[in-house]
């Protein structure tokens, strides 16, 4: 030791302590690993042994930490590597924005020709990890740590333990215990680092861009886009878990985005209000169009005619947008000086407009009268006779029924009215039916409808679902936490919470309403790192959930069906 000054310390792993140090007389920088033997009849420990067996065996390469020296000091003895100067966990943890994919694409190709080059020398390192993974200064990656390393059997005769790797990076033959593995393990790490998909900061919206009809390479695929505060919207492939392309950073962050599938078009708005228009299978932009304030409300209307595109902004003003090329058709102001909220009919007919606990009571709008505007006549719109509007949806197998929840007449309890909107040019709206909510059931914070009876409420941690004249089918507290998001198609419904789980459940049609069933429990990651699903949607071959991590930025979590022919849906 005399030979190397410490210069400050490092880190530390399970059998030794690393400290930054110079050699006395060349000036060379290097890392030494002081390895303490606990007992010295114990001898030196396995780990280092293989560590330095494995370095010893490999020649010099590029792409390999070098191992410079190994003596004795005191009840021990110092492994002397050369000095690199961070590792690609921290590189990737104090980026301020995501790594440019040629700097991935280069970090890449770097790992794979050193594991290349310790398989072509019979070892299999068996903890690849982005921790093990050292950058230089010149931005070189190198593999290091080979304390778990072992030369390699070709012949597959040779038994192996599975205890070996960090448990996010196993291979799945090694999580079921195999004795009996290749070099394969190896690769199944290293590709592991692709996910999940971390998109820099966090995300504020999602939304499937794909249909089952959508092809970007021959094959049926599913694909969602993103808008996350680094001011990026993003396309990923669900099945491969890869991004498939990423907009340059716009000037301010992305707060929604709408999506029409159909037409293979994105849509984004920022904080201050500028709308995009974005071609979904390259990420090129097409249209801007720019509101006066910021917005508050972004509804896609994908008529089958016309597809337009709705705007509230946070003066209570919204506008209709004509898409791709965002050319204004009209605008009205619908609650003056008040954000709005907006929600499209499932056939883009009718808009119901509202602003949260107004005394003004929401609107209904024919789209059509927005769309094809006549000189001097203001579009055709109801006002339902109801006051402190909370939630609404629509009833997805009826055109134009409407369910509003609101407050009653005393202003005590919470109420739930479905509307039937007269013929497409008629003012009319009629109600078919209303219920009060029980006195002890918290207010609800997610509303949704199913065919053209069922409404399911999201209060606190529990699901429930009521007909719509308040019979009460079924409630369920599968979680542990709130829940944060709910999704509801034809053929299941997905609940996302702050436990870091998504429940599945599945209808049943065959009775006079549909039953709902729980059927598939899903974890997330750990929650040292992550605070929870903030999201969840999906499409018929997979489901996608924002996951929030601890430190304020957000990563896709993706889970997808493995449909056999006349067997229920299976989730990989």
């Not at 605008?331 to 907006?342: A, G, K, Q, R």
């Not at 499209?344 to 769309?371: E, H, M, N």
């Not at 053209?452 to 308040?470: A, D, K």
């Amino acid at each position: 030791m005399d030979q190397y000054c410490i210069l400050g310390r490092i880190g530390e792993g399970a059998h030794g302590v690393v400290f930054k140090a110079k050699h006395v007389e060349t000036g060379e920088i290097v890392a030494l690993k002081k390895v303490a033997l606990r007992r010295l009849e114990d001898g030196i420990p396995n780990q280092a042994l293989r560590e330095i067996k494995a370095l010893q065996e490999i020649e010099d390469n590029q792409h390999v930490v070098q191992l410079k020296a190994v003596f004795p000091h005191g009840a021990g003895f110092v492994l002397a590597f050369e000095f690199m100067l961070s590792d690609l966990a921290e590189v990737v943890r104090h980026a301020q924005r995501p790594l440019v994919q040629a700097q991935v694409k280069s970090y890449l190709q770097m790992l794979l020709k050193g594991v290349a080059f310790c398989h072509a020398n019979n070892i299999v390192h068996r903890d690849l990890k982005p921790a093990n993974l050292l950058i230089s200064a010149s931005g070189q990656l190198k593999i290091a740590d080979f304390g778990l390393a072992r030369v390699f059997s070709p012949d597959g005769s040779r038994l192996y333990t599975h205890q070996v790797a960090t448990r996010w990076y196993r291979a799945p033959e090694l999580l079921y215990g195999a004795r009996q593995y290749d070099q394969g393990v190896d690769l199944w790490s290293g590709m592991r680092f692709q996910g999940p998909k971390n998109c820099g900061g966090g995300i504020d919206e999602l939304a499937y861009i794909s249909t089952n009809e959508c092809r970007f390479d021959g094959q049926e695929k599913s694909v969602v886009c993103t808008v996350s505060s680094d001011s990026t919207v993003r396309a990923w492939d669900v099945q491969e878990g890869t991004e498939i392309w990423s907009s340059p950073l716009q000037p301010a962050a992305l707060v929604n985005l709408a999506a029409y599938p159909r037409l293979q078009l994105v849509v984004t708005v920022d904080k201050q209000g500028l709308i995009k228009t974005w071609k979904a299978e390259n990420g090129r932009e097409w249209a801007s169009f720019s509101l006066p304030t910021s917005s508050s409300a972004l509804q896609a209307c994908d008529h089958p005619e016309t597809p337009f595109l709705l705007v509230a902004s946070a003066e209570g003003v919204m506008y209709t947008l004509t898409v791709p090329q965002l050319q204004l058709l009209s605008w009205t102001s619908v609650f003056p000086s008040s954000p709005t909220s907006l929600l499209c009919s499932p056939d883009s007919q009718w808009v119901f407009a509202s602003t949260q606990d107004s005394d003004l009571g929401p609107k209904v709008f024919y789209t059509q009268s927005l769309r094809c505007v006549v000189e001097d006549e203001p579009p055709v719109s109801s006002t339902l006779p109801v006051l402190l509007t909370s939630r609404a949806c629509w009833a997805p197998d009826e055109t134009a029924r409407l369910m509003v929840m609101h407050r009653n007449s005393d202003n005590m309890r919470l109420a739930i009215t479905t509307y039937e909107l007269g013929t497409k040019q008629s003012q009319k709206v009629q109600q078919i039916a209303s219920f009060l909510l029980p006195d002890n059931m918290m207010p609800p914070h997610l509303m949704k409808g199913h065919g053209s009876q069922v409404v399911l409420l999201v209060s606190g941690l529990e699901l429930v679902l009521f007909t719509i004249q308040g019979l009460q089918l079924a409630a369920f507290q599968d979680h542990q936490k709130p829940i944060t998001s709910m999704w509801v198609d034809q053929s299941r419904v997905l609940t996302a919470s702050f436990d870091l789980s998504l429940r599945v459940y599945v209808w049943n049609k065959e009775n006079k309403f549909p039953v709902l069933k729980s059927c598939y429990h899903l974890l997330g990651g750990s929650h040292r790192w992550a605070s929870g699903f903030t999201h969840v949607e999906s499409d018929s071959m997979s489901i996608v959930g924002i996951e929030a991590r601890s430190i304020g930025t957000s990563i896709l979590r993706s889970y997808c069906f493995n449909v056999q022919h006349g067997s229920d849906d299976c989730v990989d």
